[in-house]
């Protein structure tokens, strides 16, 4: 124990005399640079994010085979990974569910960041009542069934992308609320702060200058493991029909629609499939690789 | 001890109540009713009689009283869906099987993922670390139903050594819902599990262990594995409601005729019975559960105080 308080008093004096305060974040990149699965994965995620921006230029819809329900297998009559059920061009579908996918997942944690840092700062930094109020309502997000919230809310505001994503990220904040919340009671016992309000720093300047920064970092992680969740919820909504409505495209409703054609057209639901697995196995070891560079205690 | 589990216990039966209002308010919020025109064309005489029939012509806060009276008494109503039968019916017939399933896929992936957790962490950075770790990323990140698409693929479609779905005719239909539900618990287990003994393994008591001439097995099984179950049973306590309550994926994709679905179909078809009783039934698994994991935690470890 006396060991790691020494190495944190260390850590704590030594960049103000010697080194200038931005070298987290050069040691961070460094590291998760000697990270090979990691920049793998982050390599993979560019890729994606290229083909999510660029997939109207990619592929340009709508594509139908003639007669429009013709199903073809990949290869065939020159779809190159060949058509759904209604004999749209696979390759463009899966491009613009990786578009969708992305939307989502994106979009989901930047709602659930504003919302779930707001009620956790305010909850770890005011206290008191704020803090018994906002818990009270983080236990009751928990002891709902997500799917079944989910669900109630999508019914209230009928289907599409953007309500797709309001939903989800109405479940979605509860994490990060709870994660500042825990940063910043346990920020708030340490020495430093103890030491700016000692000197008399007024409460708005500790939270901003000293307990905000010191908070970003699991945030960040959480934020970035948080996109392959949300992309998940979303699949799984569209894989039961009650997600992204037709005709933007969606991984998991091409899933869903593809158990009724197993038998015969394997690929309509294999290719979606090792699509979504593709897109949450790159994003979560981004997610590991930036925890393990920005949070060097916790590797091993 | 005793104050503590009442503390807990009026704790969870304020959440309880909480839950109940606050699907009750949003259940009735959202459009649309459970006897609508789309689901059933009826003369307005005849839609009133109904909806008198079943209270739902009261003030909101009457009707909840009334539900929360009747349910108190274990009388949780008739599904609108299904009016034959009663919600607690329903909830008989299809839990079990649910229950079935998940109790087994509990069993075989926690006790699965703790063992192969073990020797990745006894052979660490060997090819087993690596396989095991590969295995529990996959499970962890892909969804299961993907996962079942693949098993399907593969073992049903494309080698036909297992039946493609159904429940109850042959016992290799549990096979392949139990690896696409619990292959991403086994990868919660097997993970922590490994973390945990890898951070034991450099206590000072395992030196001691190990100095003092004891075999390698016993160091592993009586002193490390003990002293990493902790962290273990925090994360895989609460994925257990999950498991027992019916996966909806798997239960479509397998075609198990379990309660998942009717978390999905109730909310679909506004069967308010049927919406207020898996809610309340989750909410009660959660509180349970939690405040289970509480008390293990102090039969484990003794340092562990509760307040």
Not at chain 1, 92 to 106: P, Y
Not at chain 1, 268 to 280: D, E, H, N, Y
Not at chain 2, 41 to 46: D, I, M, Q, S, V
Not at chain 2, 212 to 235: D, F, Q
Request: glycine share 8%; proline share 6%; hydrophobic share 55%.
């Amino acid at each position: 124990m006396s060991a790691i308080a020494t190495k944190d008093a260390v850590t704590a004096v030594d960049p103000i005399i010697s080194r200038p305060p931005s070298n987290l974040w050069r040691d961070a990149a460094i590291r998760f640079s000697k990270n090979k699965l990691a920049m793998g994965a982050l390599i993979i995620v560019g890729f994606l994010v290229f083909l999510a921006v660029f997939a109207d230029v990619l592929a340009p819809q709508p594509n139908f085979a003639r007669p429009i329900d013709a199903r073809k297998f990949p290869g065939e009559a020159g779809y190159i990974l060949g058509t759904d059920d209604v004999g749209r061009d696979m390759l463009k579908r899966l491009i613009h569910g990786i578009r969708t996918s992305l939307i989502v997942g994106v979009s989901v944690q930047a709602i659930a960041l504003v919302i779930g840092a707001a009620l956790g700062l305010s909850a770890g930094f005011i206290g008191g009542w704020v803090d018994f109020f906002v818990m009270r309502v983080v236990e009751l997000f928990t002891a709902i069934p997500q799917l079944l919230f989910a669900l109630f809310l999508i019914s209230i505001f009928g289907g599409g992308m953007f309500n797709v994503i309001l939903a989800i990220a109405l479940i979605a904040w509860v994490d990060i609320c709870r994660l500042t919340r825990a940063q910043l009671f346990s920020l708030r016992e340490k020495e430093f702060i103890e030491a700016a309000r000692a000197v008399g720093v007024p409460s708005w300047q500790i939270a901003w200058r000293h307990l905000l920064p010191n908070a970003l970092t699991p945030l960040i992680i959480a934020v970035t493991l948080g996109i392959p969740t949300a992309i998940f919820t979303e699949a799984g909504l569209s894989f039961l029909g009650l997600g992204i409505d037709e005709p933007t495209a969606s991984l998991g409703k091409m899933v869903g629609v593809s158990s009724a054609y197993i038998r015969v057209y394997w690929h309509m639901g294999l290719l979606p499939t090792l699509m979504i697995a593709l897109i949450m196995l790159s994003f979560s070891f981004v997610g590991d690789g930036l925890r393990d560079a920005l949070d060097p205690r916790l590797r091993k | 001890m005793v104050a503590y589990i009442l503390k807990r216990l009026a704790g969870l039966a304020f959440v309880f109540f909480l839950v109940s209002v606050v699907a009750f308010l949003l259940m009735h919020s959202t459009p649309g009713g459970p006897f609508d025109e789309p689901n059933m064309p009826l003369p307005p005489a005849a839609k009133a009689n109904i909806l008198r029939k079943y209270g739902l012509d009261q003030p909101l806060h009457i009707q909840y009283i009334n539900y929360i009276t009747n349910a108190l008494r274990g009388d949780f109503g008739y599904s609108f869906s299904n009016p034959s039968e009663t919600v607690a019916q329903i909830i008989g017939r299809t839990w079990p099987i649910s229950i079935t399933l998940g109790g087994i896929t509990v069993i075989v992936a926690l006790g699965s993922g703790i063992v192969i957790g073990i020797l990745a962490a006894v052979r660490q950075n060997t090819i087993v670390d690596y396989v095991a770790t590969f295995l529990a990323t996959l499970g962890l990140t892909v969804p299961n139903f993907v996962i079942a698409l693949w098993l399907i693929l593969v073992f049903a479609v494309e080698l036909q050594w297992l039946p493609i779905g159904g429940w109850g005719e042959d016992w290799r239909q549990i096979i392949m819902p139990m690896i696409a539900l619990g292959l991403g618990p086994m990868g919660i287990a097997m993970r922590y599990t490994r973390a945990s003994l890898v951070d034991v393994f450099t206590a000072d008591y395992i030196r001691t262990a190990r100095a003092k001439g004891l075999a390698e097995r016993m160091v592993v099984m009586r002193h490390a594995v003990k002293n990493a179950l902790i962290p273990i049973i925090t994360v895989l306590g609460p994925r257990v409601p999950d498991l027992i309550t019916g996966t909806i994926f798997v239960e479509t994709m397998f075609r198990v005729p379990g309660l998942g679905k009717f978390f999905v179909e109730s909310v679909l078809d506004r069967d308010y019975p049927m919406i207020m009783a898996l809610t309340l039934l989750i909410a009660a698994l959660w509180g349970i559960v939690y405040l289970l994991t509480d008390l293990l935690y102090t039969l484990i470890d003794p340092r562990v105080k509760l307040t």
